[in-house]
């Protein structure tokens, strides 16, 4: 590997900025205070972690007439996905998974809050105070 190579930056097929390559040489020499950086960062835009062990364990002991799915829809503002999980960038925000069957989002998009209440036949999607149902 060269390391005189600069900085790299990365584009995805459809020209986007995906992320940037630094030589290790200069990772290594400023890994503390680039960690730093980029941390702090997070920090500041962080919302609460995603509680997945919820999520995975709700997948555990789903026991509904229907298969597991993933979708998420926002009626304050269109935003849906059909596998919020795989969402990149993200589109909702896992907040809770109950095994009861209440899991709750909050929407990147509008920041409301969405929730999908599973019931043994069907699930009811409800976003703020509008709600709709979808079996
Ligand atoms: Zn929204």
Redesign the pocket.
């Known amino acids: 590997m060269n390391s005189k190579m600069s900085v790299q930056p990365f584009y995805s097929e459809t020209g986007q900025l995906t992320g940037v390559w630094i030589p290790a040489e200069k990772w290594l020499k400023h890994q503390d205070d680039l960690e730093n950086i980029l941390l702090k960062q997070e920090k500041k835009s962080a919302l609460p972690a995603e509680p997945l062990a919820e999520w995975k364990n709700f997948l555990m002991y789903w026991d509904f007439n229907y298969p597991v799915e993933k979708k998420v829809e926002?009626k304050?503002?269109?935003?849906e996905t059909s596998d919020w999980t795989e969402d990149n960038p993200k589109k909702f925000h896992l907040r809770n998974a109950s095994l009861g069957g209440l899991v709750a989002f909050m929407?990147l998009?509008?920041?409301?809050r969405?929730t999908k209440k599973h019931f043994k036949d069907h699930i009811l999607y409800e976003?703020s105070d509008l709600t709709c149902e979808i079996k």
């Open positions: 926002c304050s503002c269109g935003s929407c998009g509008c920041q409301s969405v976003c």
